[in-house]
């Protein structure tokens, strides 16, 4: 009898050289036990230039999925960073818009199921009422783009105030009331915002039932958000884990990034043993 898994355990592609192809990144995947790969669609002019692949570019890449039975399944589009929803420049503005099409239509020829939007009305820029509103108003045409394609958005809770918890991003959820926008909250930024905001991290996810389409896993210690090696940090991986699966979650990335060393493989497999070690063995 065929035993089907019951969550998945994704790896951020930014965990690996930049220089592997994707073939060699999904071998990689498969050898370390993940389930499958979220694309990296960042503010580099080499990641966004993804954007712009041809049908023949796309079509090969989904040959490699199917040769190696590893996907890519999510994507984190940060490029939003560098070219924001409310950026107080109208054409930024509009450069942010495109990026959504793109990435929605990348995403339905290589059958990405989620992408992972960055919780920012602005990041280089001060926030303040436009920039808020410009973001909403902007969010709104984006959820209506998604919609159209049956892909699913979610915001990522990131590292400042303006949406470092799953409260926050589900007030825009709430506003804009369609299933095509969700939240994908990071472990280490909801851990982080408890600490310094006085809440309890736990809580804050129970504030997003029935909206959440994802969790990041990722380590983090009080006032730093990245690069921190799992089992180091202050992250309660299982308690997280326990209550994202009590929540319905039951797909779950790994995030953490290749920082130049030689046993980058290794690091995979212990990351995919660490965090697997977390969860129960049935839901």
């Given at each position: 009898?065929?035993?089907?898994?019951?969550?998945?355990l994704?790896?951020?592609?930014?965990?690996?050289?930049?220089?592997?192809?994707?073939?060699?990144?999904?071998?990689?995947?498969?050898?370390a036990?993940?389930?499958?790969?979220?694309?990296?669609?960042?503010?580099?002019?080499?990641?966004?230039?993804?954007?712009?692949?041809?049908?023949?570019?796309?079509?090969?890449?989904?040959?490699?999925?199917?040769?190696?039975?590893?996907?890519?399944?999510?994507?984190?589009?940060?490029?939003?960073?560098?070219?924001?929803?409310?950026?107080?420049?109208?054409?930024?503005?509009?450069?942010?818009?495109?990026?959504?099409?793109?990435?929605?239509?990348?995403?339905?020829?290589?059958?990405?199921r989620?992408?992972?939007?960055?919780?920012?009305?602005?990041?280089?820029?001060?926030?303040?009422?436009?920039?808020?509103?410009?973001?909403?108003?902007?969010?709104?045409?984006?959820?209506?783009l998604?919609?159209?394609?049956?892909?699913?958005?979610?915001?990522?809770?990131?590292?400042?105030?303006?949406?470092?918890?799953?409260?926050?991003?589900?007030?825009?959820?709430?506003?804009?009331?369609?299933?095509?926008?969700?939240?994908?909250?990071?472990?280490?930024?909801?851990?982080?915002?408890?600490?310094?905001?006085?809440?309890?991290?736990?809580?804050?996810?129970?504030?997003?039932?029935?909206?959440?389409?994802?969790?990041?896993?990722?380590?983090?210690?009080?006032?730093?958000?990245?690069?921190?090696?799992?089992?180091?940090?202050?992250?309660?991986?299982?308690?997280?884990?326990?209550?994202?699966?009590?929540?319905?979650?039951?797909?779950?990335?790994?995030?953490f990034?290749?920082?130049?060393?030689n046993?980058?493989?290794?690091?995979?497999?212990?990351?995919?043993?660490?965090?697997?070690?977390?969860?129960?063995?049935?839901?």
């Amino acid at each position: 009898m065929q035993v089907i898994p019951w969550y998945r355990l994704g790896l951020y592609e930014k965990a690996m050289p930049s220089q592997l192809s994707f073939v060699e990144m999904m071998e990689a995947a498969r050898l370390a036990q993940f389930d499958f790969i979220e694309l990296s669609i960042d503010e580099t002019d080499q990641r966004l230039s993804r954007l712009d692949w041809s049908l023949p570019e796309r079509d090969r890449l989904c040959r490699d999925m199917e040769q190696t039975g590893i996907r890519l399944e999510t994507m984190c589009l940060s490029g939003h960073r560098a070219y924001p929803l409310g950026s107080p420049d109208a054409s930024t503005r509009q450069r942010s818009l495109r990026i959504m099409r793109q990435a929605i239509d990348l995403s339905v020829d290589l059958g990405i199921r989620i992408i992972q939007l960055a919780g920012y009305d602005t990041y280089y820029d001060p926030s303040n009422d436009s920039t808020r509103q410009w973001f909403a108003e902007n969010l709104h045409q984006s959820v209506n783009l998604a919609s159209q394609a049956g892909v699913i958005l979610a915001f990522e809770t990131m590292e400042t105030a303006f949406m470092n918890t799953v409260g926050k991003a589900m007030a825009y959820v709430d506003r804009i009331q369609s299933p095509y926008l969700q939240v994908y909250p990071d472990s280490g930024n909801l851990t982080n915002a408890a600490l310094s905001e006085g809440h309890d991290a736990l809580s804050d996810l129970a504030s997003g039932r029935g909206h959440l389409a994802a969790l990041h896993l990722k380590e983090t210690v009080p006032g730093k958000f990245r690069e921190i090696p799992y089992g180091t940090g202050h992250v309660n991986f299982t308690r997280i884990i326990q209550a994202a699966l009590a929540l319905g979650v039951r797909r779950f990335t790994s995030e953490f990034w290749y920082l130049g060393e030689n046993n980058w493989l290794s690091n995979l497999q212990q990351a995919s043993q660490f965090l697997r070690a977390h969860f129960p063995e049935s839901p």
